[in-house]
C-alpha cells in the first residue's frame, strides 16, 4: 500500500469520524469525551462545534511541539490543515445531521450506537493508515512519551481531565451540565471494542510486517 494511498484512508477516516462526532451530538444523551469540552463551549459562546473542535485542537498541537521539542516530527505540522477538514465536516455533519430529532429514548440510542461506530471505524482506518495522529491523540502520545507514563493512562486522564473542565464550563455558563450525559460514557465504553473489531476485520498485516487495508470476514 502506497504512502499516498496511505493518506487517502487517513482523510477518509477522519471524515467518517467528524460524521460520528456530529450523529452522537444529535442524538442528545450526550457527546464523545474529546468532543466535549468543544461541544460545552460552543453553547456558551457564538462558535460552532466545527470551529471550537478546531481551536482546541490547535492548543493541543501546540502543546505536543511544547513537550516533544526537537522530538516532534516536522511531518505532525500536518495535523494543522487535517484538523481544519476534521473541523470542517463536523460543522458540515452537523447540518446534514439537522432532520435526526429523537422523539424516544429508543431513538435516541440509535444515532448514539451508529455515531460511536462511526467514530470507532474511523479511529480503526486512521490506525491501518498509520500516518498521522489528529490532536487528540497526539497530546497523549505527547504527554505519555515526555513523562514516561503509560499510553493508556494518559489517555483515560485526558478523557477525564475534558469532560470535567466540559462540565465546570456548562455548570458556570449554561446553569446546568450539558452535552455529558450516559452517552458520553457508553462512547467512552464501547468505541475501544468497536474499533478492535474493525481493525481485526478491516487490516492485515502484509508480508513484509506493514499492517495494511485489507477487508475481510
Known amino acids: ?26 442524538s442528545l444523551l450526550g457527546t464523545s469525551p474529546i468532543s466535549s469540552l468543544p461541544y460545552v463551549i460552543s453553547l456558551a459562546s457564538p462558535f460552532t ?9 490547535m492548543l493541543m498541537v501546540l502543546g505536543q511541539y511544547l ?5 516532534f516530527d ?30 424516544s429514548y429508543l431513538f435516541q440510542l440509535l444515532p448514539l450506537l451508529m ?19 489528529l490532536p487528540g491523540e497526539g497530546i497523549v502520545y505527547a504527554v505519555s ?11 483515560t486522564g485526558n478523557d477525564v481531565s ?12 449554561l446553569d446546568g451540565i450539558e452535552g455529558i450525559r450516559e452517552g458520553t460514557l457508553i462512547s467512552a465504553l464501547i468505541t475501544g471494542t468497536i474499533a478492535r473489531f474493525f481493525l481485526k476485520h478491516l487490516g492485515k ?3 513484509a510486517g506493514v499492517l495494511v487495508f485489507h477487508p475481510h470476514l
Open 1 to 26: 500500500m502506497s504512502m499516498f494511498t496511505r493518506y487517502i484512508l487517513f482523510i477518509v477516516a477522519v471524515i467518517v469520524q467528524a460524521s460520528g462526532i456530529a450523529l452522537v451530538v444529535k
Open 49 to 57: 462545534l466545527g470551529q471550537m473542535t478546531f481551536a482546541i485542537n
Open 67 to 71: 513537550l516533544l521539542r526537537s522530538a
Open 74 to 103: 516536522n511531518i505532525q505540522f500536518l495535523q494543522i490543515p487535517v484538523t481544519l477538514i476534521f473541523s470542517w465536516f463536523i460543522d458540515f455533519f452537523m447540518n446534514l445531521w439537522a432532520w435526526v430529532i429523537p422523539t
Open 115 to 133: 455515531g460511536t461506530t462511526l467514530i470507532a471505524f474511523g479511529v480503526a482506518v486512521q490506525g491501518i493508515a498509520n500516518v498521522l495522529m
Open 145 to 155: 512519551r515526555h513523562f514516561h507514563i503509560d499510553f493508556g493512562s494518559v489517555k
Open 162 to 173: 475534558l469532560v470535567l473542565i466540559a462540565a465546570i464550563i456548562s455548570w458556570i455558563y
Open 205 to 207: 498485516v502484509n508480508e
